[in-house]
């Protein structure tokens, strides 16, 4: 198993180093499946992948490594909110992803969070996912929480596609994405941290320093599922890319510092 950490100047630096994994697995032929969250954390990944020059060869029409083939699976979404509701998440990877990528609508998966029956939908989530093989490379955010997906403390690891309770907390933070903190949903559907383990590889990102203790908890406490992200220390490959306010609590023995002038 391989876990790296990479302390970065900021966003940018960032999301062309993730961008660069990521365009490197689909120059090489082993990204089938690419596992997207959303969150302003990975924002900056999707912008250098789409980037005309970019790492992903830019979108539509732009040389470089097709991305003929791929399909995106996203990691959860609220539930609750009205189809088509500009904050749901398959709205927000349309845009942010699919869009710029110019990719095949019906090659992006989002978790169906408007479903009559929600836990049919979770799983029928989880049966796509097996079908395709499971996910190459995972981006993930993490939450002041310690989430990775919405599982908040106390998700087991064990845990599979599901309809979760948000924590206050969680409820608070995206508050920023609504007019008032009564539209944001109490629930939602997301892939469970054994869902999310299955996958070949993961980059987690953080910035700024609410992220934190968070990110200490997850890369220097108790492997427990009190700190979801934990789980990333029993994950196959995983790099971490944090800003320095983000990595500014932790005691440094676990990380590896990468100027930006390295970052191709
Ligand atoms: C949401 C998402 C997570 C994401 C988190 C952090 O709660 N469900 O997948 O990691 O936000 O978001 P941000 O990167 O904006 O801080």
Redesign the pocket.
Known sequence: MRLEVEVLAGAEEIGRRAAQLVADELAAGRLRTLGV???????PVYTSLAAPGGPGGGGPGEDGPGWDGVEVFA??EYVGLPPGHPQS?AAVIDREVRAPLGLDPRRVHVPDGAAADLDAACAEYERALEERGGVDVQL?????TG????NEPGSPFSSRTRVVA?AER?VA??ARFFATAEEVPRR?V?QGIATIARARRHVL????A??ADAVRAALEGEVSPACPASALRTFQDVLVLLDPAAASRLSGRTVSRRSAADVR
Request: avoid cysteine; hydrophobic fraction near 40%.
């Open positions: 969250a959303t969150g302003s954390s990975p924002a990691l959860d998440y993930l955010g993490i939450g002041a989430h990775i997906g919405f948000l969680t933070d995206n939602a997301t990102i953080a910035r700024g609410g992220k």
